[in-house]
């Protein structure tokens, strides 16, 4: 089923998978995420095993790549406050820690 597809990326935290997945959306490149429900219980696989994983086809990997070495990790963006309760977020978070708004809607 993967025989075209190249893993490209994996991380234990879900979130900065989804993150780059988004930039590679942007960027006009449709990745695939594997072990996406997987991860976070304690089970009989070793935690590394369950780590999200970003696939892409091999003709989009090198592509891939690249914008991948554009977003160093952490990502790193400006502070933001939120506009329902104006506490201050850090740049990589998506949605406001404290009430949960999201970014995206300030
Ligand atoms: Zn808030």
């Known amino acids: 089923m993967l025989i075209n597809m190249?893993?490209?990326y994996t991380h234990e935290n879900k979130m900065m998978v989804e993150n780059m997945r988004n930039h590679l959306r942007q960027a006009?490149?449709?990745?695939?995420?594997?072990n996406e429900f997987s991860g976070g219980g304690?089970?009989?696989?070793?935690?590394?095993?369950?780590?999200?994983e970003l696939w892409v086809s091999n003709a989009e990997y090198s592509r891939a790549k690249?914008?991948?070495?554009?977003?160093?990790?952490p990502i790193l963006a400006?502070?933001?406050h939120c506009n329902n309760c104006d506490e201050e977020n850090?740049?990589?978070?998506?949605?406001?820690?404290k009430c949960q708004h999201s970014a995206a809607q300030s």
């Not at 490149?29 to 594997?34: D, Q």
């Not at 089970?43 to 095993?49: D, V």
């Not at 690249?66 to 990790?73: G, H, P, Q, S, Y």
């Open 66 to 73: 690249a914008v991948l070495a554009t977003l160093r990790e």
């Open 78 to 80: 400006d502070n933001w």
């Open 90 to 97: 850090e740049g990589n978070f998506e949605i406001c820690w």
């Open 6 to 8: 190249k893993q490209l």
């Open 42 to 52: 304690i089970g009989e696989l070793s935690p590394l095993e369950t780590w999200p």
């Open 28 to 34: 006009g490149i449709e990745a695939l995420m594997k």
